[in-house]
């Protein structure tokens, strides 16, 4: 019985990211294939930031795409906290790159 309530606020907590993600709709899928949602909320933090605060906390810094593109891929901690971000050398340095856009464009 405890489980399956764990299993449903998990569930609930995912969900922000998965609903709203729709409004990029070329984005989200590659965002999804990486995994990302497992750790970011499109609005709200998870493991690591939500993706709007990202968006927020760069705002104006012309130079933040082509380091978050480089983060993404390289990986990365000590910005929002202890936690580090993994790594993602699977990803190309394009794609890599568009994802940072798209994240600095959620709002
Ligand atoms: C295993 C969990 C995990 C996964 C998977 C993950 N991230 Fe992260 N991400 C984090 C954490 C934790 C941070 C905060 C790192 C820090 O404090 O410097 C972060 C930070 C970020 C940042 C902000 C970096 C900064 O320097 O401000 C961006 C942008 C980002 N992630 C995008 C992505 C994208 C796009 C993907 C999918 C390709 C992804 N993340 C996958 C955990 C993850």
Redo the contacts with the bound molecule.
Sequence with gaps: MKKEWMACVAASLLLPGVVQAGTAADMQPL?DK???F???GMQTKL???G?AE?AA??KGDSEAAE??GK??REG??????P????A?GN?GEAD?RK??EW?LSVG
Excluded: T
């Design positions: 965002a990486n995994g990302c497992a750790c970011h493991v690591g930031p993706f990202v906390r760069y380091r978050l983060k993404i990365g901690k000590g910005v929002w906290g936690v580090p971000m993994p993602h990803l890599a994802l940072a994240v």
